[in-house]
């Protein structure tokens, strides 16, 4: 039935004791070299879910399948750039990357390793700081360093939750920029977590939003259908973009809280949540274009 | 600025230095006999002459012993009279051995009780209650059941050094950053390198403290103990020169016990400082 490089499905996340699961029936795919970003207030659930795409923590019901296998435990496949950077203090930025080359491929020579984490430093513009420990470096230093650690592991999927969050913004504008470079010079299949929506709409191609939780929902896949080659100097001016924008801020703002409303429940099918696509007005969408949901074009439900 | 704050520190230490020398030699000065009618030949009888023996030793004497004792560290003139430098060898072996066999249990099983929450429990009521005993309290039960005096030393030092060090690997061990458990867990780590290359340099600060709290309680008590034992080691030294009476030797053991002491806790600083990392 799916297609998708990797699918979540029916997802579930309950903790012992009486309360109301914090998500449930999540449903959704992420097409290879894509990259997704989902947005959702506190406690909806987002970083569980990345953590079960990680391995790191099990589900309560539901499954993950990527590229034709079950996810069950921390894999190399799937790199994960936490969110404070998690670089093991003791080492050198070389001997950072170096440990996550070692764990990828054993046999390597030493030299190869070396040679191969420089390569990925330098890629995000550490080539001169690797002889340095963690503590000596910069927030956004120390967070390249995170990104070089998992793409240099050339992972089939990264995982990023909230990577940037901890940031200033003027540094966040840089390593946003040097992200977008490297995925789309990498075509890397990528899967991160966001608060900021002007990060999503200029690195995703598809923004999943999550309704509050708990019994937290997908409530609409927004696509972004901005092209691709957008730059963050140049993106603002494109009409697209407040459309998109907005339609973000304002689920976010209004619509994301009583998302639970029962009005909804008709309407919305978990296993098809809505595919939007606020960016393109009405009369220039496509007609019958591949969308699943091709009634639903721009707004969905209870707006 | 700093060699300038240590130096003037030096000084103050200096002065104080002689302000206690000083005060030492005022206090002990030899007392005037008082005329009590008697002749001095019958006050020094009475041991109240003018160089009062049974007296406290002023600072001279006891760098009369310092100079003995340092120009010739390593005689050995049979059980009762060796030198400094051998008492101190053998309480050395002794701290050391039994330290060394403290670590060979400590680290494994603080490890394994930092790395497990079941086993902390279990383990936990047996070193609470351990943990307090006063090390000398195990020396009957040693010398009865192991029956040899040097190895009752060693057995002390081991069970008193013992419980810092497996506290603080345990602690150390299960306060390990759960960040860097999961990366190593996302880079499918295997268990032998994440514990020798995650765990183990990350508790490395906390299990250097507790090796250092350990060698500084093994110093303390291997003095008491080898009181207790006797035979060889500083403590016996001083317990020796006690029934001697010479009161100049003991307040020089006394010197070189803290001298010593000093120099391992300094020693285990400069470990800490090469395991210690900046986050």
């Not at chain 1, 894509?34 to 079960?52: D, Y």
Request: glycine letters at 8%; proline letters at 6%; aromatic letters at 8%.
């Amino acid at each position: 039935m799916t297609t998708h490089f990797l699918s979540i499905e029916g997802l579930k996340k309950a903790y012992p004791g009486a309360h109301p699961p914090v998500f449930q029936d999540i449903h959704f795919g992420i097409d290879k070299g894509e990259f997704v970003c989902i947005i959702g207030h506190s406690g909806c659930g987002k970083t569980t879910i990345l953590n079960v795409l990680a391995g790191l923590e099990d589900a309560t019901a539901g499954g993950v399948i990527m590229d034709g296998r079950e996810v069950s435990g921390p894999s190399l496949d799937r790199g994960v750039v936490f969110q404070n950077h998690a670089l093991m203090p003791w080492m050198s930025v070389l001997a950072n990357v170096a440990f996550a080359v070692k764990s990828r491929w054993p046999d390597w020579s030493k030299a190869k390793i070396a040679e191969h984490s420089t390569r990925y430093l330098e890629m995000v513009g550490l080539g001169h700081a690797i002889d340095k420990k963690p503590a000596e470096l910069s927030g956004g230093m120390k967070q390249r360093v995170g990104i070089a650690r998992a793409f240099a592991i050339e992972p089939k999927m990264l995982l990023l939750d909230e990577p940037f969050g901890a940031l200033d913004a003027l540094t966040r504008g840089t390593i946003q920029d040097e992200l977008l470079k490297i995925v789309q010079a990498t075509h890397q299949t990528v899967f991160m977590i966001t608060h900021d929506v002007d990060e999503a709409i200029l690195l995703a191609d598809k923004v999943i939003l999550m309704s509050n939780g708990p019994l937290a929902k997908i409530a609409e896949i927004v696509e972004i259908t901005m092209p691709r080659d957008r730059t963050r100097a140049d993106m603002h001016h494109d009409p697209q973009f407040y459309r998109i924008r907005n339609h973000l801020v304002d689920f976010l703002v209004n619509r994301s809280k009583n998302y639970a409303g029962s009005d909804t429940t008709v309407l919305h099918d978990p296993k098809h949540p809505p595919v939007v696509r606020p960016g393109l007005l009405e009369e220039e969408a496509p007609a019958g274009a591949s969308f699943r949901q091709a009634p639903q074009l721009k707004q969905v439900v209870n707006h | 600025m700093s060699s300038r704050l240590a130096l003037r520190a030096g000084l103050i230490s200096l002065l104080l230095f002689l302000l206690f020398i000083g005060t030492w030699s005022v206090a002990t000065r030899p007392v005037e006999a008082t005329d009590h009618g008697a002749d001095a030949e019958y006050a020094a009888l009475m041991g109240k002459g003018v160089d009062k023996a049974s007296g406290f030793p002023p600072p001279a004497k006891v760098g009369e012993a310092f100079v003995t004792y340092l120009s010739d560290p390593f005689y050995d003139n049979g059980p009762n009279d060796k030198g400094i430098g051998i008492q101190l060898g053998h309480s050395l072996i002794r701290v050391g051995i039994g330290f060394l066999l403290a670590v060979a249990v400590a680290l494994p099983l603080g490890f394994a009780i930092g790395m497990s929450p079941l086993l902390f429990q279990a383990f936990n009521p047996f070193i609470q209650i351990l943990k307090p005993i006063s090390p000398l309290a195990w020396m009957p039960l040693a010398l009865y059941s192991l029956k040899d005096s040097d190895i009752s030393g060693i057995f002390v030092i081991f069970i008193c050094s013992l419980w810092p060090m497996l506290i603080n690997t345990a602690f150390g061990v299960a306060s390990v950053r759960k960040d860097w458990i999961n990366v190593a867990r996302t880079l499918e780590v295997g268990p032998l390198r994440k514990a020798f290359q995650v765990i183990l340099p990350a508790a490395a600060p906390t299990i250097l403290t507790g090796m250092r709290i350990s060698m500084g309680i093994a110093w303390l008590v291997i003095v008491a103990a080898e009181m207790l034992v006797g035979g060889t080691g500083i403590g016996y030294f001083v317990w020796n020169e006690w029934n001697n009476l010479a009161l100049p030797n003991v307040i020089f053991a006394v010197a070189m016990i803290g001298l010593v002491g000093m120099i391992l806790d300094q020693c285990f600083g400069v470990l800490q400082k090469l395991v210690t990392y900046r986050e």
